[in-house]
């Protein structure tokens, strides 16, 4: 078979796992005969059309009060790789119980790229969570921003959107691992893939142990490619330059250096910029290829300081004022 025969074939068995799989790019070299196997990433967007069934999509993301003033008055969110996440077997969780085996090496280099903002799906005040106050929200002090993401999802080459699921057994889990197993056996046998496809610490980023179950933790991940020597952004066509424009590095208490990205709370006041494809040679809009974060709600802690909701009137009309778009403020209904 060549290298299109078997792209087919392995597609028949891997939409088993995940009925939309599709590949993005192939890369293969011709050398006395047609091509076999060759680089070949998927197309990762299924995992965002699965994540939004139900659209526009809410979360509540819980911190300080501090934090949600630099958020709010800065405009912008930061989203921090995973070595800087409270969980130190990030994305290792699931690859140790990968049919594949994983290099230390890799998995670093996965926890490097992969950039996370964390929350929980919120539909109605009864999903405010009391634990959730408490680890994240400054003991109750803090504030609950709601955000909301209703945007052209098809669109976004970095950017994905999942609800965590806790435990190895869980069915998808389960799901994940077969399909691994299907590579493996597949690849063993026909040689097709010479590279590792980046989907597969994608996938990690959305299981983590059961220990963490009480999270109920909905993310937005960002992948960016980065050179290993340097960390900066690889010259990609999957890296967002209006993203990549945002990485920035900075060393923890223990000399250990983390990086983050930022994205904007909205979009109505970002510039625009037209690129042109490098294959198509069609003009886009980097805009329309990250997602539109809209502030919908600030849900005042269950210890705020502010008794009252008038209390943080002034504030709140300065920050409506400045952007020049409205959200709701409320207590929350949470009992300390």
Known sequence: MNIDEKIEFYLKG???????????????????????????????QFINEIALKESPLQFIHYTS????MNIL??????????LNLNDPSEINYL???SPINFTEKEVEKYKREHFILSGSIYKSKNDEEFNLWRL???????????????????????????????????????????????????????KLFSNTPSL???????????????????????????????????????NNSLITSRLNHELKP??????????????????????????SKEEIDLIDYIPNLKVKKLILGPNSIFKKRSDFL???????????????????????
């Open 14 to 44: 891997a939409r088993e796992f995940f009925p939309h799989l599709k590949t993005s790019t192939v890369s293969s070299f011709f050398g006395s005969s047609e091509p076999t196997s060759g680089e070949i990433e998927f197309r990762s």
């Open 65 to 68: 009060l501090s934090s949600a």
């Open 73 to 82: 008055n800065s405009g912008n969110i930061r989203l921090y790789n995973c």
């Open 95 to 97: 690859l140790k119980n």
């Open 136 to 190: 994240y929200g400054d003991q109750g002090k803090g504030i609950g921003i709601v955000f909301e993401v209703d945007n052209k999802i098809e669109n976004w080459t970095s950017v994905f959107l999942q609800t965590v699921t806790y435990g190895a057994n869980k069915s998808n889990s389960k799901n994940i691992i077969g399909f691994l197993h299907f590579h493996k056996v597949f690849n063993e046998e026909h």
């Open 200 to 238: 597969f610490s994608l996938l990690s980023t959305g299981v983590k142990n059961e220990m963490w179950s009480i999270e109920k933790e909905f993310r937005i991940v960002i992948k960016l490619l980065l050179d290993k020597h340097s960390n900066l952004p690889e010259d990609s066509i999957s």
């Open 254 to 279: 223990n000399g250990k250096m983390v990086s983050y990205v930022e994205l904007p709370l909205h979009l109505k006041n970002y510039k625009s910029k037209v690129v042109e494809t490098p294959f």
């Open 314 to 336: 002034e504030y709140e009309m300065w920050v409506k004022n400045k952007w020049k778009y409205n959200f709701e403020v409320e207590k929350s209904n949470i009992e300390f």
